[in-house]
């Protein structure tokens, strides 16, 4: 069974640009997570959908970060523009489903690095 | 506010000796909690886990103790390897969505 897929696994750009992420997670998953893990921080969850919809974006930063997961498949993390401080690995996980007792799959994670 | 705390942000061990890593919560609502490993340029894989209506579970070399009253989990590996040498993330849920917060992690050095 394929694992989650993430590209790019590399970004280095400079502040005030914009980058994209691409998720493709296990095939049959229905449940999506992108997580921010700052150097020396446990991943922090930004946003999970459950299909195409959105069910937790709470800790997503609105202003600059967006996602999409479109047909409930793939899914892509968006900044604009980037700030020094977003600097990071963003991870992606999926699940069959929600709730607690769903074990969540993690790709390779991006390194974004902010200059 | 951390409501999921490893206060060892490293442990080295002799191969074939016991590793005990430690986590802490604040949260009385968290009742299931994971132990993710994860080696350099990977993403984390979930390791083991425990329901807070327990107060062990094993897994062959793995196992997880949880102490409620105290908000206390522990992990041990015995005998460790050195193939056991990664950042151990603690994690906790408690939402009706199953969303982990996680630990700061402890990076466990196995010395052949």
């Known amino acids: 069974e394929a694992g989650v897929a993430q590209s790019p696994r590399y970004k280095i750009i400079e502040k005030r640009q914009s980058v994209a992420f691409w998720c493709n997670p296990i095939s049959g998953h229905a449940t999506l997570y992108w997580y921010q893990q700052i150097l020396g921080q446990g991943p922090k969850l930004l946003i999970q959908?459950?299909?195409?919809?959105?069910?937790?974006d709470s800790q997503l930063p609105k202003d600059r970060f967006s996602a999409e997961r479109l047909k409930g498949v793939d899914s892509t993390l968006k900044i604009q523009p980037a700030k020094l401080e977003d600097s990071a690995v963003y991870l992606c996980?999926?699940?069959?489903?929600?709730?607690?007792?769903?074990?969540?799959?993690f790709g390779p994670g991006t390194r974004l690095t902010v200059l | 506010d951390q409501q999921v705390k490893q206060n060892s942000p490293s442990l080295s061990v002799q191969e074939g000796r016991i590793s005990i890593l430690n986590c802490d919560y604040t949260n009385s609502m968290f009742d299931y909690f994971l132990w993710y490993k994860k080696y350099p340029a990977e993403g984390p894989t979930f390791l083991i886990s425990?329901?807070?209506?327990?107060d062990k579970n094993e897994d062959g070399r793995f196992t997880v103790f949880l102490n409620k009253s105290a908000k206390h989990l522990s992990l041990h590996i015995v005998p460790s390897q050195p193939g056991d040498s990664a950042v151990y993330f603690c994690a906790a849920s408690g939402g009706s969505q199953g969303n982990l917060i996680f630990g700061k992690g402890t990076k466990l050095s196995v010395k052949p």
């Open positions: 996980a999926s699940s069959l489903g929600s709730g607690t007792y769903n074990e969540q799959f």
């Open positions: 425990i329901s807070s209506i327990k």
């Open positions: 959908f459950q299909n195409n919809g959105v069910v937790d």
